[in-house]
T-cell receptor, first 113, second 116 residues
């Protein structure tokens, strides 16, 4: 089955710890995105990558880091510098460089206490 | 800067009633428009999209949307809703290659609540 997987579905961490969220795709899409979702705020772009070994900051990159060593994988690290890390995180991909229609993974809910 | 406004954060409606979820965008160039649906604790799923051509676009689950260039709107409609339509709906816009920094711009979402 072609698709986007995010694991785990639920993640719990203590404050001050770094945590890495996984995003894997077998759609052969070049571009990948990370969004953060908070109630009433919509989707806010954290980082995106249009090609392997290259990525750009989105609107809220502070406190986050990414890597893109393989086309299939775009892991997101939430660092201890992120002041309010508790949120729902969504990964998306696209192969369409004209319309940028995106396909979404199932999301990871991160809770930091 | 490009932006998307979803005019209602919550829309309650009774089952089998019609519904309209409103979306307005700001852009000085031609755009591509999308509606996504999100069920609780899930990712987003594409409902429908406007790329070009007919301004009335039909999507999955009986939804349709109309692109109005003069009013910069892309409202989503369904003539008769079901309990299963309860979800959050997101409008998104792209300016295409060279615009929007290669991204979709999303509205803040509208929560549709269908009551029996």
């Amino acid at each position: 089955d072609g698709g986007i997987t995010q694991s785990p579905k639920y993640l719990f961490r203590k404050e001050g710890q770094n945590v890495t969220l996984s995003c894997e795709q077998n759609l052969n899409h070049d571009a990948m995105y990370w969004y953060r979702q908070d109630p009433g705020q919509g989707l806010r772009l954290i980082y995106y990558s249009q090609i392997v070994n290259d990525f750009q900051k989105g609107d809220i990159a502070e406190g986050y880091s990414v890597s893109r060593e393989k086309k299939e994988s775009f892991p997101l690290t939430v660092t201890s510098a992120q002041k309010n890390p508790t949120a729902f995180y969504l990964c998306a991909t696209t192969s369409d460089t004209v319309t940028y229609e995106q396909y979404f993974g199932p999301g990871t809910r991160l809770t930091v206490t | 800067a490009q932006s998307v406004t979803q005019l209602d954060s919550q829309v309650p409606v009774f089952e089998e009633a019609p519904v309209e979820l409103r979306c307005n965008y700001s852009s000085s160039v031609s755009v591509y428009l999308f509606w996504y649906v999100q069920y609780p604790n899930q990712g987003l799923q594409l409902l429908l999209k406007y790329l070009s051509g007919s301004t009335l676009v039909k999507g999955i689950n009986g939804f349709e949307a109309e692109f109005n260039k003069s009013q910069t709107s892309f409202h989503l409609r369904k003539p008769s809703v079901h309990i299963s339509d309860t979800a959050e709906y997101f409008c998104a816009v792209s300016e295409g290659y060279g615009g929007s920094q290669g991204n979709l711009i999303f509205g803040k979402g509208t929560k549709l609540s269908v009551k029996p």
